[in-house]
């Protein structure tokens, strides 16, 4: 005869307790990115003719946002089984906003978790998380040299290494699968056993490029706010943005790259500005991705809350099985 092992008390009440932190976490990692910035925020807000240009940044960086949430689920897609659209914008942008919290491992357990929950198996969640980093981190660095000339000059011949891997995955993606076992074994973690397929692979570098060039938009529309050349502003800030988050993403400890970004992008924006305005267009920067990515990903995340299944009324059984009728009016025969 066997008895039922009765379940440990902290084993349900860690999942509960890991619901509440990590939002609290998320919150904590906005608020940190948004700390002391209220003054440079509303001086860019009542400067004249301001709000065309903040509503310009913000809308396209929230374009942007879509477009990464369009390469992870292609990917994810193509790797692993078909999700419904609400259970992956859901996984996605809770994951997303996890990059608010100091390290990236907050983001993958959130989709190992959640993708697990719906049928994805782990394996194929971390193939995802991988390929993605890898299709972004180098699409961003082939866009990266659009700034080139008017930053690094002759010493930015190094840029064109991550451009030509790029080119060289849309002529073979497969490669991108050898390049992921490649990181993976520099990690001293296991290949990825899911492989991504050559039309999965092309679908999220179009996909990848396409954010990097609209997110380079929002810095355009702040430096040309603050007096920039628009036409040589262009390249300078779609190329900047691009090299400054993907090196920027790399560093894992810092929230979002917080800090590390703001300091890659000043040595783009000084070209076309001068010091004190470059400083404020790299501020402005932070501040308009993480207003713009707050109400993108909140806005998905209550679209996307889970519906209440309907009531289903209790209807009694017999001891065979058989449903008992049941009156929709008391019985007055007891007191007849």
Request: net charge positive; aromatic share 6%; glycine share 10%.
């Amino acid at each position: 005869m066997t008895t039922a092992t009765a379940p440990r008390p902290g084993g349900a009440r860690l999942p509960r307790l890991l619901r509440i932190l990590f939002p609290l976490a998320v919150v904590t990692g906005i608020g940190f990115a948004l700390y002391g910035r209220a003054g440079e925020l509303a001086a860019l807000v009542l400067r004249p003719g301001s709000v065309p240009y903040l509503l310009l940044a913000l809308a396209a960086n929230a374009v942007a946002v879509l477009f990464t949430m369009a390469t992870w689920r292609g990917l994810l897609t193509d790797l692993g089984p078909r999700l419904p659209g609400r259970t992956t914008t859901r996984i996605y942008f809770t994951s997303y906003l996890g990059k608010y919290v100091p390290g990236a491992v907050w983001g993958v357990l959130a989709q190992l978790r959640m993708a697990g929950a719906a049928g994805v198996p782990a394996p194929v969640v971390l193939a995802v998380f991988l390929l993605n980093l890898i299709v972004a981190v180098l699409t961003g660095l082939a866009v990266g040299p659009l700034s080139a000339p008017w930053t690094l000059g002759a010493g930015a011949w190094w840029l064109v290494l991550p451009g030509t891997v790029t080119l060289l995955l849309v002529v073979q993606p497969r490669l991108l699968n050898s390049l992921a076992a490649g990181a993976a074994r520099l990690a001293r973690r296991p290949a990825p056993q899911a492989r991504a397929s050559a039309r999965g692979v092309r679908r999220a570098l179009a996909a990848a490029t396409a954010s990097w060039a609209v997110s380079g938009l929002h810095l355009w529309a702040l430096a040309v706010m603050l007096g920039a050349p628009p036409w040589t502003a262009l390249p300078v800030c779609v190329g900047g943005f691009a090299l400054a988050t993907a090196a920027a993403s790399l560093v894992v400890v810092l929230p979002d790259g917080w800090g590390a970004r703001e300091a890659l992008l000043l040595l783009s924006l000084t070209a076309v500005l001068p010091w004190q305005e470059a400083t404020a267009a790299a501020v402005a920067s932070r501040v308009v991705c993480t207003l713009s990515e707050v109400l993108v990903g909140g806005a998905a995340l209550l679209l996307t809350l889970p519906r209440r299944s309907p009531h289903v009324p209790h209807v009694p059984h017999s001891r065979e099985g058989i449903p008992c009728p049941v009156s929709s009016t008391p019985s007055t025969t007891a007191s007849r």
